[in-house]
Structures are given as structure tokens and as C-alpha cells.
């Protein structure tokens, strides 16, 4: 879920009558807060949409966290041990130079976790924002003799079983 926090940005008139950077955006679930005698933005994303930046001046900035899906957890239906599902992978920036224009938002899905069944769970599903990537974590170990207790590569990998 990727967080955008923006300093400065605002209204259609920006916060630059505070003194601030001038920065007008919108997308995501917006809230508008103070920090540290600051006045920030965020814009949060929880399904994939856009990013609109519709003015900024050269001194606006913004700060970004980017985390991909969960991986789902494996299973077996058997005596063994089951992984878990990874952890979505997570990117942050700060301080970027944001410019006008619309930027695509991609929101990964988590992985399906299976029950009573000797399968891998699912990987999760890439997030994206401004040209960087959070990797989806790894499916989770079946057990059994489906992949020899190895959870997939992803954003973190995904656990490992015991295969009896």
C-alpha cells in the first residue's frame, strides 16, 4: 500500500501562503496534517488508481513508501509442516522533486493461501509508483514432496516447511 506524504501540498491554492512549497495533488485517501511546524498531505492508495500533480514549484518535495503483496501461505495435506506466506517487499524515497502530470499508482494483490491441499501458496503481487517497484513477497513452502520444503523469492521470501 503504497503512502505518499507531500509537504505543502494542498487545496487548489497550495500552502504557499504559509510560507511553504506550492504542490497541488490529488489521488488516494487524502488527509491533511502538522508536523514538526510543518503542513503535509498524504495520499493514501489501498486499490491501484492515479497520482495527479497538477502544479508545483521547484522547491515542493515528497516522500514515498512503496510495499507489495503478501505471498500467500503453502499448505500440505499430509503430516508436514506448512510456510508461510512472505512479506510484500518495501521501497521508500524521500525528497523527491514531484512534477505536473498524471502517474499510474499500482496497487499489488496478496497471494492465495491454500488449505488442505499440497500446494505453494501464491506470490503477491508487484506495487508501483513514480518508476520504483515493491516486489510481492513469495508463496509459502507445501511440504510434502511439492517443492522440498523451498518458499518462493519475492519482495521476502516466503517460509519453508518440513518435507516428512
Same mark, same amino acid.
Do not use: E
Given at each position: 500500500m503504497p503512502f505518499l506524504s507531500t509537504l505543502g501540498g494542498g #487545496?487548489? &491554492?497550495?500552502? &504557499? +501562503?504559509?510560507?511553504? @512549497?506550492?504542490?497541488i495533488a490529488s489521488g488516494g485517501s487524502i488527509q491533511v496534517y502538522t508536523a514538526g511546524g510543518k503542513t503535509w498531505k498524504s495520499h493514501t492508495f489501498l486499490n491501484s488508481g492515479t497520482f495527479q500533480v497538477t502544479d508545483a514549484d521547484g522547491a515542493a518535495k515528497m516522500d514515498f513508501m512503496i510495499i507489495g =503483496?503478501?505471498?500467500?501461505? =503453502?499448505c500440505s495435506d499430509g503430516n508436514c509442516s506448512n510456510g508461510g506466506g512472505g512479506a510484500g517487499g518495501c521501497v521508500f524515497k524521500s525528497g523527491i522533486t514531484p512534477y505536473k502530470g498524471t502517474f499510474p499508482v499500482v496497487i %499489488? @494483490?496478496?497471494?492465495? =493461501?491454500?488449505?488442505?491441499? +499440497?500446494? &505453494?501458496?501464491? +506470490?503477491? %503481487? +508487484? #506495487?508501483?509508483?513514480?518508476?520504483?517497484? %515493491?516486489?510481492? %513477497?513469495?508463496g509459502g513452502a507445501a511440504g510434502g514432496s511439492v517443492d522440498g520444503g523451498r518458499g518462493n523469492n519475492?519482495?521476502?521470501?516466503?517460509?519453508?516447511?518440513?518435507?516428512y
Amino acid at each position: 500500500m503504497p503512502f505518499l506524504s507531500t509537504l505543502g501540498g494542498g #487545496s487548489n &491554492k497550495g500552502f &504557499k +501562503d504559509q510560507g511553504q @512549497a506550492l504542490f497541488i495533488a490529488s489521488g488516494g485517501s487524502i488527509q491533511v496534517y502538522t508536523a514538526g511546524g510543518k503542513t503535509w498531505k498524504s495520499h493514501t492508495f489501498l486499490n491501484s488508481g492515479t497520482f495527479q500533480v497538477t502544479d508545483a514549484d521547484g522547491a515542493a518535495k515528497m516522500d514515498f513508501m512503496i510495499i507489495g =503483496g503478501g505471498g500467500g501461505g =503453502g499448505c500440505s495435506d499430509g503430516n508436514c509442516s506448512n510456510g508461510g506466506g512472505g512479506a510484500g517487499g518495501c521501497v521508500f524515497k524521500s525528497g523527491i522533486t514531484p512534477y505536473k502530470g498524471t502517474f499510474p499508482v499500482v496497487i %499489488g @494483490a496478496g497471494g492465495q =493461501g491454500y488449505y488442505n491441499t +499440497d500446494r &505453494k501458496g501464491d +506470490d503477491g %503481487g +508487484d #506495487s508501483s509508483f513514480f518508476g520504483y517497484i %515493491g516486489l510481492g %513477497g513469495g508463496g509459502g513452502a507445501a511440504g510434502g514432496s511439492v517443492d522440498g520444503g523451498r518458499g518462493n523469492n519475492g519482495g521476502c521470501g516466503g517460509g519453508g516447511s518440513h518435507p516428512y
